[in-house]
């Protein structure tokens, strides 16, 4: 058990340097000179950028696939998912929909938490069965989506071809995550053929928790300074917010055999 608790912790630290390192996840101001001067290639090739190092998109994609073993559960998930934030994304940026972005990236890091408790089977646990993952992942690609329509609308527009750029943007996104979920699925099919399988289900979904609740914590430090200044003043010099620099148990946890679709149900369903 202490082994497993020092594994988590390592797993925590581990992640939280990850963090760190990629804080910069909204548009840099050469981000912002590149795509006016480019065309709908460089919108693309920022939606790909984007998505790569979107950490709390790329926790959450990570966690969707972590017990899918079959190509068709891989697809249906992932699709749900596609299409969740697509829809928020050019919707929301045709119509110059914006949200506080540290209050939905807080809500995108929640996510995080809410896919790491599904997998180490706490729904199951303690409401004796689980939300359907295609309608969980859908409606949460929804709030991704609005998220990214949100980084989006920080570029100039303008009105002339908007639509393509948007869909460039977009579709450089879903490409940057093709590219992340293939070296996922591999990473987790070298995993599950381990004898060490178990234990680093644990530790990778109890992570994903951990990191969920770090990242919410740190959007709504980040909107707490932005919304009341004066009550949460900081020397300007020294501080600056994220998005201002753009052991295993000895039986199975519930929920850690790998994971199948229902083959239909409602929002909530027994089968998962």
């Known amino acids: 058990m202490k082994k497993n608790i020092l594994l988590q912790i390592i797993a925590v630290l581990f992640l939280f340097l990850i963090v760190q390192s990629v804080f910069a996840h909204g548009m840099s101001e050469a981000e912002k000179q590149?795509?006016?001067q480019g065309g709908n290639l460089q919108y693309l090739k920022i939606g790909a950028t984007h998505m790569l190092t979107g950490y709390d998109h790329l926790l959450f994609v990570f966690g969707?696939?972590?017990?899918?073993t079959t190509f068709m559960d891989v697809v249906k998930t992932i699709t749900a998912f596609t299409i969740?934030?697509?829809i928020t994304l050019i919707t929301a940026t045709l119509?110059?929909?914006t949200v506080n972005y540290f209050l939905i990236d807080a809500?995108?890091?929640?996510?995080?938490c809410y896919i790491g408790y599904e997998n180490i089977g706490g729904f199951r646990k303690f409401f004796e069965k689980s939300p359907n993952l295609i309608w969980a992942v859908f409606i949460f690609g929804l709030i991704h989506g609005l998220g990214?329509?949100?980084r989006l609308q920080q570029l100039p527009l303008g009105e002339e071809g908007i639509v393509l750029r948007i869909l460039s943007f977009n579709l450089g996104i879903e490409l940057g995550q093709i590219a992340a979920l293939c070296l996922m699925v591999a990473l987790l099919?070298?995993?599950r053929h381990t004898q060490s399988f178990l234990k680093i289900t644990a530790v990778s979904n109890n992570g994903l928790i951990y990191a969920g609740v770090f990242l919410f914590l740190m959007q709504m430090h980040g909107y707490s300074h932005a919304v009341y200044p004066d009550e949460f003043g900081f020397p300007e010099d020294n501080h600056f917010h994220i998005h201002e620099k753009m052991v295993a148990p000895s039986t199975p946890l519930p929920g850690s055999e790998?994971?199948?679709?229902?083959?239909q149900g409602s929002l909530f369903s027994n089968d998962l």
């Not at 969707?64 to 899918?68: E, P, T």
């Not at 809500?107 to 995080?112: D, F, G, H, R, T």
Request: charged share 10%; net charge positive; aromatic share 16%.
């Open 189 to 191: 099919y070298k995993w």
């Open 84 to 86: 969740g934030h697509s």
């Open 148 to 150: 990214l329509s949100t």
């Open 34 to 36: 590149t795509i006016l």
């Open 64 to 68: 969707i696939v972590f017990f899918l």
């Open 258 to 263: 790998y994971r199948t679709l229902p083959e």
């Open 107 to 112: 809500m995108i890091a929640l996510s995080v």
């Open 95 to 97: 119509m110059g929909v």
